[in-house]
């Protein structure tokens, strides 16, 4: 079982509407979390951190739940520029990033 | 800055082979990684660094030697390439504490072993 999962997708998304997602992850001792977004061919690049607390950065909203070990991200009004694949990240015991195998978001006009 | 880059970006191998991917960045940081990229597998890592003269394997280190002679280049050596390796590889660093901050990754290399 790998230790960070996500639901592959696609999540066909019309424009303007929102979409959310989860990643689970199964070390309860990780410590830092993340979202990347990849685009297709390309290199992943930060999106955002996810802290305790819940954090939003303009569109898009990330939320931690440790009691049942997952985050979750969501974009609301969802622009044509929001498709990518989204890789969830986590520290392991050691402090090393673990990458889930990413969720793909297609928005259509 | 040109941050973190990666050469070359494809490359096409015969099965026992050897080859080094180069990676390196401008950015002083400390923590460089790299990581392989397979379809539903996603980013695993394969060796990282701490600092210059340091490294340690990740999750997927067999086949593959690093070293970490200078804070800027963090080259991969593939020392018998097999078809299992054929994958696309980032490097990525990071500053100060290591995974818990930004990774910046590199392009990505393009590897394909016949």
């Known amino acids: 079982r790998k230790e960070v999962e996500q639901d592959p997708g696609p999540f066909n998304v019309p424009e303007g509407a929102t979409v959310a997602f989860n990643c689970t992850y199964s070390?309860?001792?990780?410590?830092?979390f993340f979202w990347y977004r990849q685009d297709c061919r390309k290199e992943p690049k930060l999106l955002m951190s996810v802290y305790s607390s819940g954090n939003e950065d303009g569109r898009f909203t990330a939320q931690l739940n440790r009691a049942s070990q997952y985050i979750s991200l969501l974009i609301r009004d969802s622009k044509l520029s929001d498709s990518a694949t989204y890789l969830c990240g986590t520290t392991d015991s050691w402090g090393k990033l673990q990458f889930g195998a990413g969720t793909q978001v297609v928005v259509t006009p | 800055n040109a941050g973190v880059t990666q050469t070359p970006k494809f490359q096409v191998l015969k099965t026992g082979q050897s080859m080094t991917l180069q990676c390196a960045q401008d950015?002083?940081?400390?923590?460089m990684s790299w990581y392989r990229q397979d379809p539903g597998m996603g980013l695993r890592l394969i060796h990282y660094?701490?600092?210059?003269?340091?490294?340690d394997q990740g999750e997927v280190p067999n086949g593959y030697n690093v070293s970490r002679s200078t804070t800027e280049d963090f080259p991969l050596r593939l020392l018998s390439a097999a078809p299992s390796q054929t994958s696309v590889y980032f490097c990525?660093?990071?500053?100060?504490?290591?995974?818990?901050?930004?990774?910046?990754f590199g392009p990505g290399t393009r590897l394909l072993v016949l």
């Open positions: 660094s701490v600092g210059a003269g340091i490294t």
């Open positions: 070390n309860s001792a990780s410590q830092s």
């Open positions: 950015m002083n940081h400390e923590y």
């Open positions: 990525a660093s990071s500053h100060p504490s290591g995974f818990e901050e930004t990774q910046y």
